[in-house]
């Protein structure tokens, strides 16, 4: 992945998690813009955090879960 893609997929996450529906929004522009699966186990742990400001702590541990377990997977296909 070209570190502009990333950089411009950093550069929608603050605004976008102002609302539920901004959160959604920036999940398609990470899968659009990037179709590397790091960067959305990284979304994860953007939304993860999001839950955790929220005072959501199972929500937000159920993200992690699933980023943990992308990451996982990812490793053993790269391997």
């Not at 953007?46 to 879960?65: S, T, V």
Request: contains cysteine; charged residues 30%.
């Amino acid at each position: 992945m070209t570190s502009s893609c990333r950089d411009n997929a950093r550069g929608f996450v603050r605004p976008y998690l102002i609302s539920l529906d901004g959160i959604l929004r920036l999940w398609e522009l990470f899968v659009e813009q990037c179709d590397e699966m790091d960067l959305v186990a990284d979304a994860l742990d953007e939304l993860a955090g999001f839950h955790d400001y929220h005072r959501q702590p199972r929500q937000a541990a159920k993200y992690r879960a699933e980023a943990a377990a992308l990451r996982q997977s990812i490793a053993k296909v790269t391997s």
